[in-house]
């Protein structure tokens, strides 16, 4: 298997502009995470998925941001306007009970 | 509220010592706990994990002690290598019989010198 598999691995977007970061997950993984990586906060959970459904959403900073897991191999984090304080790296991660989660390569946001 | 504590940023150590990476939990429903290293543009890799009902967990060069009492644990390198240079994150979950989240800390960044 590739991997958890995050796309783009970069992207740099201007101040109110929608952004979509995606992720798909290894295949047979049942849970699926978002987390963002800042310098003061380090890895925060923001939402996470179980079959598909969101389960825990707490983390999530704000309305303009919102996560989808259409099926059970692919899903998007999604930041609507987006804002300077949104700069991070944002990471999917992936498990099955018993397993541990595995992350992929993450998506550096920029907001300009 | 930082329920998982890494309260050293960074830490330098000579090739061939012992490195000693801590954290500190407040959440005494936490039953498991993990350490992940990550290099620079990568996403976290496991690296050990311990349960709550062991005091010790060890992997070759990588041994985890848990104090619950001090809700403390560390992860020890021996020896540590150039390659160990990254920087580690400590991780805590409760089992609520579900797949439980992930709480993690602020990293550490281990620099193994020459």
């Known amino acids: 298997d590739a991997g958890v598999i995050q796309s783009p691995r970069h992207e740099v977007t201007e101040m109110g502009q929608e952004v979509t970061l995606r992720c798909k997950p290894i295949s047979g993984h049942d849970y699926l995470f978002w987390y963002r990586q800042t310098m003061m906060r380090g890895l925060e959970l923001l939402i996470y998925f179980n079959n598909n459904v969101p389960i825990d959403d707490s983390g999530m900073p704000e309305d303009r941001f919102s996560a989808k897991m259409p099926n059970a191999s692919f899903s998007t984090l999604k930041i609507q306007p987006s804002e300077p304080r949104d700069s991070a790296v944002y990471f999917c991660a992936s498990r099955s009970r018993g397993t541990e989660a595995f992350f992929g390569q993450g998506t550096r946001l920029t907001v300009v | 509220d930082q329920q998982v504590k890494q309260n050293s940023p960074s830490l330098s150590v000579q090739e061939g010592r012992i490195s000693i990476l801590n954290c500190d939990y407040t959440?005494?429903?936490?039953?498991?706990f993990l350490w992940y290293k990550k290099y620079p543009a990568e996403g976290p890799t496991f690296l050990i994990s311990?349960?709550?009902?062991?005091d010790k967990n060890e992997d070759g060069r990588f041994t985890v002690f848990l104090n619950k009492s001090a809700k403390h644990l560390s992860l020890h390198i021996v020896p540590s290598q150039p390659g160990d240079s990254a920087v580690y994150f400590c991780a805590a979950s409760a089992y609520t019989g579900t797949a439980s989240k992930l709480t993690f800390g602020t990293g550490t960044r281990l620099q193994v010198t020459l």
């Open positions: 959440n005494s429903m936490f039953d498991y």
């Open positions: 311990i349960s709550s009902i062991k």
